[in-house]
């Protein structure tokens, strides 16, 4: 990692801590994984100067990326990705979570190969981003690229478009039934994204 690449995570990791976004404890994954770390970061979207900080970062890191549109999936990211469209001069549209799944409704559309950017606060294992590129694609749009603020998924989650993230976290994470002595003492708790 060069010596921007850590200035842009130390920064990232300061805004985060400063709004006491980044949680210890045993925590439930959106995948259903376990962790000792959890990144909420609604904490972190209650400043908003942060939020335009966190987006121009995401942006500088796109490197031009051609898009119409920003996508963000309910709930997480729906304050970033805002504010990526703004900073971009783009439209912003969200997906809504129904039973459990993603879907394109309040009269959104796309326009068959409109070119879309998915915003996505923290991924794991990328189940809600992959969810994400298929419901546009299944609406006849274009998914370009990913953006995340923190990929926690040690390099594993990959899609068929580039990933751009702020900050790679390798938090350790631990399947339900195969949790460290440290964690099994603490009662879990699913804080929501």
Do not use: W
């Not at 770390?37 to 942060?50: G, H, K, N, P, S």
């Not at 690229?145 to 350790?172: H, I, N, Y």
């Not at 039934?177 to 603490?186: Q, S």
């Amino acid at each position: 990692m060069n010596t921007m690449q850590e200035a842009t995570q130390e920064e990232v990791l300061s805004l985060f801590r400063k709004s006491g976004a980044l949680l210890q404890g045993h925590f439930i994954l959106r995948s259903g994984l376990r962790s000792a770390y959890f990144f909420q970061c609604a904490r972190v979207c209650e400043d908003l100067a942060a939020v335009t900080r966190l987006a121009t970062m995401l942006i500088d890191k796109l490197d031009n990326v051609d898009c119409e549109t920003v996508v963000a999936p309910a709930m997480g990211a729906l304050c970033l990705g805002q504010e990526v469209a703004r900073q971009l001069g783009k439209r912003f549209i969200f997906l809504d979570k129904i039973d459990g799944k993603l879907e394109l409704r309040r009269g959104f559309k796309f326009k068959p190969g409109e070119k879309v950017l998915i915003v996505e606060d923290v991924i794991t294992k990328g189940g809600r981003v992959q969810e994400s590129l298929d419901v546009t694609r299944q609406h006849a749009a274009d998914p370009v690229a990913v953006t995340v603020l923190v990929d926690r998924s040690q390099g594993q989650a990959r899609f068929d478009v580039p990933l751009v993230s702020l900050l790679e976290m390798s938090f350790p994470v631990y399947e339900p039934d195969n949790l460290p002595e440290e964690l099994k003492n603490i009662p879990a708790i699913k804080p929501g994204s």
